[in-house]
C-alpha cells in the first residue's frame, strides 16, 4: 500500500517519482527529499561493511504523522524510497522487504535495456492514474517500468485515518474535552 | 534512544485513531513531545545528550510542526491578528487542555505553560515559535541533516513571509532554492521559485524578480495560468519602463528562450568581399504566449586571421558542407548538474615509437580534456547565474528588430554584406524586450563565418588526361575573376609557340558562372591570331565569378628527340628481342609547350606548360634474305583513340642514287587501332656497292579514325632512323646428316654437323677493321664461332667454338666439321651457329675496351676453347694470341670478340629441322615435338 515510491540517483536527483493521489504530489517530493538525510546517513554508518555482508534495506527511515518511509540502496547507491500509509498496520518489514526487492528487479530490467542511457530519467508508460488499474490488469505482458513498480507495490488507494478502529489505548498526557 | 523512532511511530499511529475537535491532537502531540524531551534532558547530560542528538532532534521538528500548525489555526500567524473565530478556537483550545497537572505546576517552565503562553499572544508565539524553529534547525545543521533544515527553514520563511517581513524570509528561500537545484528536484524547486518570486516581489527586487519570474514562466511544471502571469509580469515591467530609457536590465536568456540551431547562406560560411551572408537562427521561445522582442542582435567578434587557405575559392567550391547547420545541445533544465554539466571524455589513441628503430615503445589513451573533467567543483557558484551575464560591446554586431517571438521554435533571418576580409565568430545572443535585455551570454560551439578577398586566378588544363600531339585537342581555361571586374575589351594574350597552334573557330563561347557554381550567362569569344600572339577578348563578367571556355589547340607531331629505338633485329632470334621492347616502352613520350599568357588584371605574364604525348611509337627492323634486304617498320598505338593511317613513306635522306626502297605495302590506308601496332615494309636495293649506314626517313599520315573531317590538315608523323652494316657478308650454313649408312639419325649415336662460312662479297668499306690482316694483297679477317643449343636438343662432342681465319674474298669458304649427338627424337631445330668477329688484344686502346667490356667478361669462358682451337688450328700470329690469353689471364688486355652485326651474317639453315628416330633399344622413348 505505497503511496510514493521514488528511485533515486547515486547524486540524489530523482530518476523516478511517483505519488498517489498526485494532488499531494509536491508533499511526497518534499518528503522523500528529506528523507535523503536519514539514508545518507544510514549509509554512512554502514559504509564500512563489506559489500556481500551490507543490507541493501535500510529500513524504516522516519515516520510522520500519517506515513511511514522506508529506504534500500542498491550496491551502485541508487536509493529506493517508499512512502506508505501509516493506517495500514498490515504490512510487516518483510513484505516491504519483498516490495523493494521486486522493485530492485523492475530497476535491473529497465538497466539492462540497451536504449536506456544510465541516469537518464525513467520513463513511464503511464501518464495518469486512471490507467493504473487496466495497466495491472494487462499483466506482465506489459513490461513497463511503472506497471511493474505498482504491481509490486500492491496498490491501493490510501485508506481515509478515520475508519481505523476505534477504541485504541491511548497513552500520554491526560486530555479533557 | 533507538526507541525514539518507535515511539513517534506510536504516537502518530495512536493519534490516527481518535476523533477530536481540530487542534487539540497538535495540542497533544506538542505537549507529549515536548515533555519527552524534557524527561530526557532530565536524566541525561550534556554529553549524552548532544551525541543522541540524532533520535531527539525528530521530536523537536515534530513538536515546531505541530507549534505552528495550531498558530495557523489559532490566527497567530496572520499579519492583523486572530481574528474573533480564530479567538474562539483558541479559547476552546486552552480550555481544553485542563489544569496543569500538580507535579509541574510549580516550575518556571514546563511544555503546558509553553503551549499556553504560546498561543496566548501573537508576540509569544512568534517567539516560541521561533526558539522552536531555530533549535531544530541548528540541531538538524549539526548532525548535518541539511535537507531536514532547509525544509524547516522553508516553512520558517512561510511565517515571515506572513508576517510581512520577507527580507528574513528571503535567506531560507534562497537556501532551500539552491539545495533543490543542486539535487534537480523540480517540484520543490518551482514550489520554492514561486515563494521566492513573492518575496522578492514584496522587497522590490526588479532584476532578481524579474529573472526568477523568467524562470517561472517558463517552468513546465507550472500551470498555464501560472507561467502566463509571470510572462505578464515581466511583460508590463517592459512596458512601464520604456519611458525612461538608459537603464538595461540584462538576465540570462536559457529562461527566456533556447537557441536550437544555426544556419548559414552560403552553407560553407565562407562569402567574398561584398558578398551576402545570412544567418538563420531558430530559437525556441519558453514563454507561454508571444512575445514581442524590439530587437534581435548577435554581437559578433571579427579578427584578421593570418591563414588564408580557408578564403580561397578552392577551399570555397571544396569545402561544401552538407548543410551549413551548426545544431547547439538542447539545454535541458539545469539539472541533474552532476551529469549533465560535465563534458564527455574526449578519448586518443596515443602510440610512442623510439626514435631509434620506430619500434613501438609505448601505447596508451589519452584524455584531452582533463583540464575540465578534473576541475574541483565549486560549491559556492550559484547555479543560477545572474551576475556573470555581461552585456558584451562590440563593433560588429548583426540586429533583426521587431520580432514577435512565439511560443516553440522561431526563425529569425540575419542578413549582413561582407566588408574586411577576415573571420568573424558569434559571440552573444540577445534579445531586447524594453530595457529587458536576455542575454546568450556564450554560444558554444563554435560559429564562424569567413570573408575572403582573391586575387584573379587563370587555370588552363587539358579537358582529356592527356594531350595527344598531332591531332586537335581541347583545352580548359577556367578564370576566376576574384575581386577583379573583367571589362568589356579585356583579353587575354597568348604569345604563340611554333611547335603548338591554336586553332580559331568561328563559333567559341564562354559561360559564366556565378561563386556557386550556377550558369550566370553565356557569352560569344573572339579569337584574333596574329603571327606572334593570339589575342582572346574575354566577355563581361563581375568579380568573383567564373569565366569558363574551351579552346582547341594542335601541337605539331614530332618524333620525339630519342627517337623510335633503332633496334637492328637480326634474323638469329627476332621473337625474344621483340617482347623485350614491347615490355619496356608502353608509355607515350611527351613533350612540353610552355605558353605564356598575359592577363589583364596582372604585369606579369602567367606562365602555363601544355604537356602533349605522341601516340604512336617506332621501332625498325632490317630483314635479309639472303643478299636481299628488307626494312620493316612498325608504329605502335599507344593512345586509347583509333587512328587512320595513310601515305607511308621511307625515304633515304643520303640522297644517294644507286639505293632504291621498294614499298611493299598494299593499302594505301590502315587504320591503327587503339594500343595495337601497325607493320609497314620496304625491299631495299642497290645497284653498286652500297654505303656502310643507310639514312631513312619513315613518315605517315593519320588523323583519328572517329573524326571524318577535320578542318585542319594535320602534319604527317614522320620519325627518321639509321641502318647500319645491311649489307650481308658471310653465309652460314650449317647442315646435320646421320652417319654413314644410316638412313636417319638416331638418339644417342654421333651424327656429323657440318658448317660452312661463306664470304660473300670482297673487300669492303666495312672490313676495314683491326680483325683484317694483310699479307701479300691478300686480306684475311679473323672470325670465330660457336655453336651453340639453348634447349638442349643436341650434345656437342668435343670443341664447340673455334678460330677461323677467314680470307675476304667472294665465296671463300670455310667448312667446319663437327659431332653431335641428337637428345630425343622427332623433328629437332638444328643448333644455333653464331659468329663473332675475333679482335687481338695489341689493337685494343683503353677507351675501346670500357666500351666492349661485356665482350671481355664473356670471352673468359671462350677463352679455353680459344686456346685449344689454336694449338690445332693453322692460324698465323697465333704466338701473340697465345700468350695474352695463356698466362695473363688479368690485367692485360686480352683478344676482344665482337659480334657480327645481325645484317652481316645471315644463318641460311634458320628454321631446319632434322628428323631424329628414337634408338632401337631405349628403353624410354622421349619425343620431342617443336
Same mark, same amino acid.
Not at chain 1, 67 to 89: A, H, L, P
Not at chain 2, 101 to 113: C, G, L, V
Given at each position: ?177 | ?107 518556571? &517552565? ?126 508590463? =515591467?517592459?512596458?512601464? &519602463? ?54 534581435? @542582435? ?68 589519452? $584524455? ?61 545572443? $540577445? ?32 579537358? @582529356? ?77 563581375? @568579380? ?98 583509333? =587512328? ?34 601497325? =607493320? ?22 593519320? $588523323? ?106 667472294? &665465296? ?23 659468329? =663473332? ?94
Amino acid at each position: 500500500m505505497a503511496v510514493c515510491v521514488a528511485v533515486i540517483a547515486k547524486e540524489n536527483y530523482p530518476l523516478y517519482i511517483r505519488s498517489v493521489p498526485a494532488e499531494n504530489e509536491l508533499k511526497f517530493h518534499y518528503m522523500v527529499h528529506t528523507s535523503l538525510d536519514v539514508v545518507d546517513e544510514k549509509i554512512s554508518a554502514m559504509g564500512k561493511a563489506l559489500v556481500d555482508q551490507r543490507e541493501l534495506y535500510l529500513g524504516l527511515l522516519y515516520p510522520t504523522e500519517d506515513y511511514k518511509v522506508y529506504g534500500y540502496v542498491t550496491n551502485s547507491k541508487v536509493k529506493f524510497v517508499m512512502v506508505v500509509d501509516s493506517s495500514n498496520t498490515a504490512l510487516r518489514d518483510n513484505e516491504i522487504r519483498s516490495m523493494f526487492r521486486k522493485l530492485h528487479n523492475s530497476y535491473t530490467d529497465v538497466m539492462c535495456n540497451p536504449f536506456y542511457n544510465p541516469g537518464d530519467r525513467i520513463q513511464s508508460s503511464l501518464q495518469i492514474n486512471t490507467d493504473l488499474t487496466s495497466a495491472c490488469h494487462r499483466g506482465a505482458s506489459q513490461r513497463s517500468f511503472h506497471v511493474r513498480v505498482f504491481q509490486t507495490c500492491s496498490w491501493e488507494l490510501p485508506v481515509s485515518p478515520h475508519t481505523a478502529p476505534e477504541g485504541l489505548l491511548v497513552a500520554g498526557p491526560s486530555m479533557a474535552w | 534512544m533507538s526507541w525514539m523512532p518507535c515511539f513517534l511511530s506510536m504516537l502518530s499511529t495512536l493519534v490516527l485513531g481518535v476523533s477530536v475537535p481540530p487542534g487539540a491532537l497538535d495540542c497533544w502531540v506538542f505537549l507529549s513531545c515536548l515533555e519527552v524531551l524534557q524527561r530526557i534532558e532530565g536524566c541525561c547530560d550534556r554529553a549524552q545528550i548532544d551525541s543522541n542528538i540524532a533520535h531527539t532532534v525528530g521530536l523537536w521538528s515534530y513538536a515546531t510542526e505541530k507549534l505552528k500548525s495550531l498558530g495557523y489555526l489559532c490566527g497567530l500567524v496572520s499579519e492583523k491578528g486572530p481574528n474573533s473565530e480564530d479567538l474562539n478556537r483558541t479559547v476552546d483550545l486552552l480550555a481544553g487542555l485542563g489544569a496543569e497537572r500538580p507535579e509541574t505546576a510549580n516550575t518556571a &517552565q514546563s511544555p503546558y505553560k509553553k503551549l499556553k503562553e504560546a498561543l496566548s499572544s501573537v508576540e509569544a508565539f512568534e517567539k516560541h515559535y521561533l526558539d522552536l524553529s531555530h533549535a531544530t534547525i541548528e540541531m538538524y545543521t549539526s548532525i548535518g541533516r541539511i535537507r531536514s533544515a532547509k525544509f524547516v527553514g522553508k516553512d520558517l520563511a512561510e511565517f515571515y513571509m506572513r508576517k510581512k517581513s520577507p527580507q528574513k524570509a528571503e535567506v531560507y528561500l534562497q537556501g532551500a532554492l539552491k539545495n533543490y537545484l543542486a539535487e534537480g528536484w523540480a517540484l520543490p524547486l518551482t514550489h520554492t521559485r514561486k515563494q521566492l518570486a513573492e518575496c522578492q516581489k514584496h522587497l522590490g527586487q526588479i532584476e532578481n524578480y524579474l529573472q526568477t519570474s523568467s524562470l517561472l514562466a517558463g517552468d513546465r511544471h507550472l500551470t498555464e495560468d501560472e507561467r502566463e502571469h509571470f510572462c505578464r509580469e515581466i511583460l508590463s =515591467f517592459a512596458r512601464r &519602463q520604456t519611458g525612461s530609457p538608459g537603464h538595461k536590465i540584462v538576465l540570462p536568456m536559457h529562461s527566456f528562450a533556447q537557441l536550437r540551431d544555426l544556419h548559414f547562406t552560403p552553407s560553407n560560411a565562407v562569402v567574398h568581399v561584398g558578398g551576402v551572408v545570412s544567418v538563420e537562427i531558430t530559437v525556441c521561445s519558453q514563454m507561454p504566449v508571444p512575445v514581442p522582442v524590439e530587437q534581435v @542582435a548577435i554581437n559578433v567578434h571579427f579578427s584578421i586571421e593570418q591563414n588564408s587557405y580557408r578564403k580561397t575559392a578552392e577551399w570555397l567550391t571544396r569545402h561544401k558542407t552538407a548543410n551549413g547547420m551548426v545544431s547547439f545541445p538542447a539545454e535541458t533544465s539545469p539539472f541533474p548538474t552532476s551529469r549533465n554539466s560535465l563534458p564527455a571524455l574526449e578519448l586518443y589513441e596515443m602510440l610512442e615509437r623510439s626514435p631509434s628503430d620506430n619500434s613501438l615503445n609505448t601505447t596508451g589513451i589519452i $584524455c584531452k580534456n582533463v583540464h575540465m573533467l578534473l576541475r574541483r567543483q565549486e560549491s559556492g557558484a550559484s547555479l543560477e547565474t545572474s551576475a556573470g551575464v555581461t552585456l558584451e560591446d562590440g563593433a560588429h554586431v548583426l540586429k533583426c528588430t521587431d520580432v514577435t517571438l512565439e511560443p516553440g521554435p522561431n526563425t529569425i533571418t540575419f542578413q549582413t554584406q561582407a566588408k574586411e576580409p577576415g573571420t568573424y565568430t558569434l559571440r552573444q545572443l $540577445c534579445a531586447s524586450v524594453g530595457p529587458v535585455w536576455f542575454v546568450l551570454p556564450h554560444i558554444y560551439p563554435l560559429v564562424q563565418y569567413d570573408v575572403y578577398s582573391q586575387e584573379p586566378q587563370l587555370h588552363v588544363e587539358p579537358l @582529356a588526361d592527356s594531350l595527344l600531339a598531332g591531332i586537335p585537342q581541347k583545352v580548359k581555361f577556367t578564370i576566376t575573376t576574384g575581386h577583379y571586374t573583367v571589362k568589356n575589351g579585356d583579353s587575354l594574350q597568348l604569345s604563340n609557340v611554333e611547335a603548338m597552334l591554336i586553332l580559331c573557330h568561328e563559333e567559341n563561347r564562354a559561360v559564366i558562372y556565378s561563386n556557386t557554381r550556377e550558369k550566370a550567362s553565356d557569352a560569344s569569344l573572339r579569337v584574333q591570331s596574329s603571327d606572334k600572339v593570339t589575342s582572346i577578348s574575354l566577355p563581361a563578367a563581375p @568579380a568573383y565569378h567564373v569565366i569558363e571556355f574551351e579552346l582547341e589547340v594542335l601541337s605539331l607531331p614530332s618524333a620525339p628527340a630519342a627517337g623510335g629505338e633503332s633496334i637492328g633485329l637480326g634474323m638469329t632470334e627476332p621473337h625474344g628481342k621483340h617482347e623485350d621492347t614491347q615490355k619496356a616502352g608502353q608509355r607515350m613520350a611527351t613533350m612540353d609547350h610552355k605558353v605564356s599568357i598575359d592577363c589583364p588584371w596582372s604585369i606579369y605574364s602567367t606562365v602555363i606548360a601544355l604537356t602533349f604525348s605522341m601516340p604512336f611509337r617506332t621501332t625498325h627492323s632490317l630483314l635479309s634474305a639472303g643478299t636481299r634486304k628488307y626494312v620493316q617498320v612498325c608504329v605502335q598505338n599507344l593512345s586509347e583513340l583509333d =587512328f587512320q593511317l595513310s601515305d607511308s613513306h621511307l625515304v633515304d635522306t643520303g640522297e644517294s642514287t644507286d639505293l632504291q626502297l621498294i614499298p611493299l605495302n598494299t593499302e594505301s590506308e590502315q587504320r591503327a587501332h587503339s594500343r595495337q601496332a601497325v =607493320f609497314f615494309v620496304w625491299e631495299l636495293k642497290w645497284t653498286r656497292e652500297p654505303p656502310p649506314s643507310l639514312h631513312c626517313r619513315f613518315s605517315v599520315g593519320f $588523323c583519328p579514325a572517329s573524326e571524318e573531317r577535320l578542318s585542319v590538315s594535320l602534319k604527317p608523323y614522320t620519325c627518321e632512323f639509321q641502318v647500319e652494316n645491311f649489307f650481308t657478308l658471310y653465309n652460314v650454313k650449317a647442315e646435320i646428316s646421320p652417319p654413314p649408312g644410316v638412313e636417319h639419325c638416331r638418339t644417342g649415336a654421333l651424327c656429323s654437323l657440318e658448317v660452312s662460312i661463306t664470304r660473300l662479297s670482297d673487300l669492303l668499306e666495312v672490313d676495314k677493321d683491326e680483325a683484317l690482316t694483310e699479307s701479300d694483297e691478300y686480306f684475311s679477317t679473323k672470325l670465330m664461332y660457336e655453336v651453340v643449343d639453348n634447349s638442349s636438343n643436341w650434345a656437342v662432342c668435343g670443341k664447340s667454338s673455334g678460330v677461323i681465319s677467314m680470307p675476304v674474298a667472294a &665465296q671463300a669458304t670455310h667448312r667446319v666439321h663437327m659431332e653431335v649427338m641428337p637428345l630425343f627424337a622427332g623433328y629437332l631445330p638444328l643448333p644455333d651457329v653464331r659468329l =663473332f668477329k675475333y679482335l687481338p688484344h695489341h689493337s685494343a686502346h683503353s677507351s675501346q675496351l670500357d666500351a666492349d667490356s661485356w665482350i671481355e667478361n664473356d670471352s673468359l669462358s671462350v677463352d679455353k676453347h680459344v686456346d685449344d682451337q689454336l694449338d690445332g688450328g693453322s692460324v698465323q700470329s697465333r704466338g701473340s694470341v697465345r700468350t695474352a690469353a695463356g698466362s695473363e689471364h688479368k690485367g692485360l688486355p686480352m683478344p676482344r670478340l665482337r659480334a657480327l652485326p645481325p645484317g652481316q651474317a645471315f644463318n641460311a639453315s634458320a628454321g631446319t629441322q632434322v628428323l631424329v628416330i628414337p634408338s632401337r633399344d631405349d628403353h624410354v622413348l622421349e619425343v620431342s615435338v617443336t
